[in-house]
Structures are given as structure tokens and as C-alpha cells.
Nanobody, 124 residues
């Protein structure tokens, strides 16, 4: 079993920045593709970004492209989400996710492991 723990959420103003972190523990002898999803009140969980096992390839949702950057950490199975130029519509609970194999999956059902979520609130 793999446990994911996010940190770094909080309150930001429009145009501000936040950085989310996620670390895996448990059965981490394998490397996993990692990703971020978010869920706003009354909405479904939506894809934000994902990164390959090597860290060399990434995907972004159109809504965050050019503003958010996903990266892997030096420690095994860690990742970050640098969020710049934040907008009120970025307000949501952000979830770290991991899966074996390919990273190019954009539906939450295709991801195996999940963190507990961290709240990001952007004030206008």
C-alpha cells in the first residue's frame, strides 16, 4: 500500500503563488507516475497536471497551462506543484495522486493512490 501526504495549501490573493508538495510512504520501492487533481465545491474531481516516472514528461489541463508547473523531487516518489498567477477559480481542494505505469491519464478513476487533499483558496 502507498500513502500520499500533501502539504502547502492555504490562502493566496489573486495573482499570488503557492507551492504544493506531496510525499509517498509505504510500498515505495517502485516508482510511480504522479499527478494532481482538484475538486471545487459542487463539482467533480478534475485533472490538473501529471508527470512521468522519469520526470521528463508532463501534461497540464488547459486551464492551468503556463501558470502551474509540476515537478518531481529528489526523493523517490515526491512531487511539487508550483502555482503562479492564481485566480479565484483555482479555489479547490487539491489532491495528490499516483499510479503505476503511464502518466497520461486524465480521469480520476485511472489513478490508484490518493492523498487526503489540501485546501487552496484564492481571494479576489
Amino acid at each position: 500500500q502507498v500513502q500520499l501526504v500533501e502539504s502547502g495549501g492555504g490562502l493566496a490573493q489573486t495573482g499570488g503563488s503557492l507551492t504544493l508538495s506531496c510525499a509517498a510512504s509505504g510500498r515505495t520501492s517502485s516508482r510511480y507516475a504522479m499527478g494532481w487533481f482538484r475538486q471545487a465545491p459542487g463539482k467533480g474531481r478534475e485533472f490538473v497536471a501529471s508527470i512521468s516516472l522519469s520526470g521528463r514528461s508532463t501534461y497540464y489541463a488547459d486551464s492551468v497551462k503556463g501558470r502551474f508547473t509540476i515537478s518531481r523531487g529528489n526523493a523517490e516518489n515526491t512531487q511539487y506543484l508550483q502555482m503562479n498567477s492564481l485566480k479565484p477559480e483555482d479555489t479547490a481542494v487539491y489532491y495528490c495522486a499516483a499510479r503505476r505505469g503511464d502518466y497520461a491519464y486524465f480521469h480520476s478513476d485511472d489513478w490508484t493512490y490518493w492523498g487526503q487533499g489540501t485546501q487552496v483558496t484564492v481571494s479576489s
